[in-house]
């Protein structure tokens, strides 16, 4: 079955250092993928999005890489700030999966 | 500016008891969604509604119904609630099928 999974559920970063988040999927058939930044009390938000024809796509701070050989996603936050501290979640189109998150904890 | 809203932040509710949540989006969009988010699982879909009248489960659909009476609501009804039940529950709405989606602020729901 399809899978949407985060290699890793928690992420602390020094405030200032890079970070990147990890995203697997499963299904090859998936053509759209999201970020998206969940905030304690909120509802999850969109950061950026990538379609399958492209392989990278960069927004303010924020830069999302996609390898469809071997069925990846990552995001990478640029100097990270206090503000990012939050979950993260994959979403692909394919079956409407999220991954289960990974919280990013920004040490100061 | 866009809004996703749902009727209560907060619910307790007794085991046994008929359990209505609400949506309401104002952005005349086509689909709806509901999800359940607990620790560890992430977002998990329970139904979603692509038109008025018009529903399709999704990956956890069981012990759950879902109404969609007008374009702007999508209810989430929990016929007889149970303690398993218990969590948070996520509306979101978007324009089409790789359309971003809008969530609301979720329903912390706990089942005594």
């Known amino acids: 079955g399809e899978s949407v999974g985060l290699h890793l559920p928690t992420l602390s970063v020094q405030e200032g250092d890079n970070s990147i988040i990890n995203c697997a999927y499963s299904?090859?058939?998936?053509?759209?993928f999201i970020w998206y930044k969940q905030e304690s009390g909120k509802g999850p938000q969109f950061i950026i999005d990538?379609?399958?024809?492209?392989d990278k796509r960069q927004g303010q701070r924020v830069t999302v890489l996609l390898n469809k050989t071997v069925k990846h996603l990552s995001l990478q936050i640029a100097a990270t700030q206090p503000g990012d501290s939050a979950v993260y979640f994959c979403?692909?189109?394919?079956?409407?999966?999220f991954g289960a998150g990974t919280t990013v904890t920004v040490r100061a | 500016d866009v809004k996703v809203t749902q009727s209560s932040r907060y619910l307790v509710k007794r085991t046994g008891e008929k359990v209505f949540l609400e949506c309401v989006q104002d952005?005349?969009?086509?689909?709806m969604f509901w999800y359940r988010q607990d620790p560890g699982l992430g977002l998990r879909l329970i139904y979603f509604?692509?038109?008025?009248?018009?529903?399709e489960k999704g990956d956890i659909p069981e012990g759950y119904s879902v109404s969609r009476e007008k374009k702007e609501r999508f209810s989430l009804i929990l016929e007889s609630a149970s303690t398993n039940q218990t969590s948070m529950y996520l509306c979101?709405?978007?324009?089409?099928?790789?359309?971003?989606?809008?969530f609301g602020p979720g329903t912390r729901l706990l089942v005594l």
């Open positions: 979403f692909n189109d394919y079956k409407l999966s």
């Open positions: 299904n090859s058939a998936s053509d759209y």
């Open positions: 990538i379609r399958s024809n492209m």
């Open positions: 952005m005349d969009h086509e689909n």
């Open positions: 509604s692509y038109d008025v009248k018009m529903k």
């Open positions: 979101a709405s978007n324009a089409g099928p790789t359309e971003t989606q809008y």
